[in-house]
């Protein structure tokens, strides 16, 4: 097996088991990695940025390896310490993917994926276009996911009552072009009504 292939490997295996810590399903990466490559693929991406981005969502949450269990599956809420701990893993995830040859191209996309729109994201509150369009099709995809996917702290939103939460954000967190864009592709999908 290529080196590569072994990163690959490793890193498909440690973003499920982080996905069973968070979701029910365990299924969230591989979700979003799907949406936000027909995201992608809408606004007229590139084949080759469109991979990147796919690969990027798959690994977008790995940083969360460095979050204790306890704070994923708290049901409760999550005091500001414990919330310091999720604000660095997109820090943490882009630090892994930094290192890992051919993986370093998508770990901008992974460090970026919690800015908002209006700079009130985190790591560093990067603001509107100065966030890279690949993390601004990521963050709308994660939050459309992580609504309508049962949680161990929530139960999941409808998937109408989803769009209409990005569609109050946009502007504010979320880009509104992509919003709208990533809306029409929900709409593709049999499963999807609005």
């Known amino acids: 097996m290529k080196a590569n292939q072994k990163w690959l490997s ?11 810590q968070v979701t029910y399903s365990g299924s969230h990466s591989s979700q979003v990695a799907q949406l ?3 995201t992608a693929r809408k606004i007229s991406l590139s084949e080759r940025e469109v991979r990147t981005i796919y690969w990027a969502s798959l690994f977008h949450d790995i940083g969360k390896v460095g ?16 919330w310091q701990f999720i604000r660095l893993h997109p820090i943490v995830g882009a630090n892994i993917l930094r290192g890992c040859g051919s993986m370093s191209s998508i770990y901008p996309i992974v460090l970026y994926h919690q800015e908002k729109f209006d700079g009130s994201g985190y790591p560093y509150g990067l603001k509107g276009e100065s966030i890279p369009i690949y993390s601004r099709i990521l963050a709308v995809v ?16 409808h998937p109408k009552q989803a769009v ?19 809306i029409l592709v929900l709409r593709k999908h049999s499963n999807f009504a609005c």
């Open 67 to 82: 979050v204790p269990a306890e704070i994923l599956s708290k049901k409760g809420p999550l005091d500001e310490q414990e």
């Open 164 to 182: 209409e939460e990005l569609q109050k954000h946009r502007n504010t967190q979320f880009d509104p072009y992509i919003v709208e864009q990533f």
């Open 36 to 38: 936000a490559w027909e």
């Open 142 to 157: 994660d939050a459309y996911d992580a609504m309508t996917n049962q949680r161990v702290y929530r139960q999941p939103l």
């Open 10 to 20: 490793f890193f498909l295996y440690l973003s499920r088991q982080i996905d069973t």
